[in-house]
Every structure is written in structure tokens, then in C-alpha cells.
């Protein structure tokens, strides 16, 4: 779940983790990415946002956590889907889902005190080639922005990744407003992590730091609205919006990703009403 972007540095009561306390939050997150699988397992047209909501918090339970978002100041429901140019804060609806759709679903978990945080946009099978493009380059900049999550680099370097990637080719949108956050003991934790920025600027990333790196990037203008219900994020022009998130833990060579797609993603060669996201190289 994204964090709104506060206008100050983050950062200062950053709390790095023990390898301890990074395995208990890989745990939550390995609930969170079966769920996420779970739900990729039940997607179609037809089906609702309340449905893969109800069984995403069956699915959690079931399994010995607590739906982390479901209460969380006040959201009513165990994920976030947000569809077409809804950017993030969905809330799950009875609307039927269409063969032209890309619903991003945002799942957190409460696990033994510490949390776990993953997101991943889904596509149907008539979604169009320069929204699936928009998702390819979304999801790709999730992995370069990870690729700077090592100890000794600034938050900045992740942000100037994203954007750079993002811009390289296409007029997007990245969206101000919203941004990354750290996790473990709460599901939001400093630091603040956007989704642009300058290389070198932000606050020092030290080995275990735990991040949420989710960019968020629009077709159209970087430009969002909230609706009256006081949670659901539009594109200002109403065009569709990528989001993908990973919780990772910052190590000295190399980020520890401690959620997975992996399961999601076998779940989704075996759906035929799904299209495969493949990150853009």
C-alpha cells in the first residue's frame, strides 16, 4: 500500500532490522505472494473485486496471518484493486471485471508483529499493446530501482532509477504524490521512497533497511485526484496506470527480495484469461 509523499526528507527514525527480524518479515511476505498467486489462480472476466477480496482474506487467515490493510485507518477491505486508471487505493467493488482490464491488487500481511507488502498488475486478455507496453516498462523499473537498494547508496539512486527508466522512452507520468515506504514493524516506516528524484540525494541506506519500492506510472500525465471516498487514486486524464511493489531488504552487494512474483506468475501461464507481463529489458 503506498504511502502518500509528505514533503519532507524521511529518514529519520529509520529502523534497521537483524537478519532475525528480516526472516520474520519474509515470512509475512511469503503469505503475501501466495495470496497474490492465489488470486491470480481466480481471475477472469465476471468475477468482482469484492470476490478476489473475500478470497484473498480466506487465503490469509487460513494461513496464520492478519490482513494488514483491512482496518488500516479506516480501509475496509483485505487488498487494494485498483483498475484502469485507478493508480492505487482501490477499494474492492461489485463491479464486474472486463476482457479489456488491468487490475493492479495490493495485498499486505500482518504475520508474528512484522508485515509483508507486494503489489502486482494484472492484465486480461484484450488489454491493448500501449497499456501492456506501459505495464512491461512499469514492472521492469521496479527491478532497476531494486538493483540500487545496496548499502552505501541514497534513496535517491533508487528514485533517479525508476524516473530514468521510465522517461527513457516514453512520454509517462510518474506520480508524485505517492511513494514507497520502509516496513517491518508497522506497514509504513520511514524512509519515504519516490518514484523520481536526483542520484546521491535522500537519506543513506545501511544494510538491514527494509523498503516497499512500488513505482507508479501513468500513460498520460503524472497528474492524480482522490475520489470523495477518501482513499481511491485517479489519473487526472483518466488514463490507465501501472503499479508493481516489492518489500526488499538492503544488504551490502545486493537487495534481498523478500517477497516473490514467482508463484503469481506460474499461477498466470495456467490462467488463459490472463496475460503474461513480461519485464521490458
Known sequence: ?????SNDSGGKHMFHKTDEE?????????IVSKTLAHVASILKPGITGLDIDKAAEEFIRDHGGRPAFKGYHGFPASLCVSY????????????????TDIVSV?????????????????????????????????????????????????????????????????????????????????????PEVPNYGKRGKGPLMQSGLVIAIEPMVNLGVKEVYQDNDGWTIHTRDRKPSAHYEHSVAVRKDKADILSTHEFLLNEIKNNPAVKEVSPKS
Open 84 to 99: 484502469n486508471d485507478i493508480v492505487v487505493h482501490g477499494i474492492p467493488s461489485n463491479r464486474e471485471f472486463q476482457d
Open 1 to 5: 500500500m503506498a504511502g502518500l509523499f
Open 106 to 190: 495490493d495485498c499486505g500481511v500482518e504475520l508474528n508483529g512484522y508485515y509483508g507488502d507486494a503489489a502486482y498488475t494484472f492484465a486480461f486478455q484484450e488489454v491493448e499493446e500501449p497499456v501492456m507496453e506501459l505495464l512491461r516498462v512499469t514492472y521492469a523499473a521496479l527491478y532497476k530501482g531494486i538493483e540500487q537498494a545496496v548499502a552505501g547508496k541514497r534513496i535517491g539512486d533508487i528514485s533517479f532509477a525508476i524516473q530514468q527508466y521510465c522517461e527513457r522512452e516514453h512520454p509517462y507520468g510518474i506520480v508524485r504524490e505517492l511513494v514507497g515506504h520502509g516496513v517491518g514493524r508497522s506497514l509504513h516506516e520511514d
Open 22 to 30: 528480516i526472516e520474520l518479515i519474509r515470512e509475512a511476505n511469503l
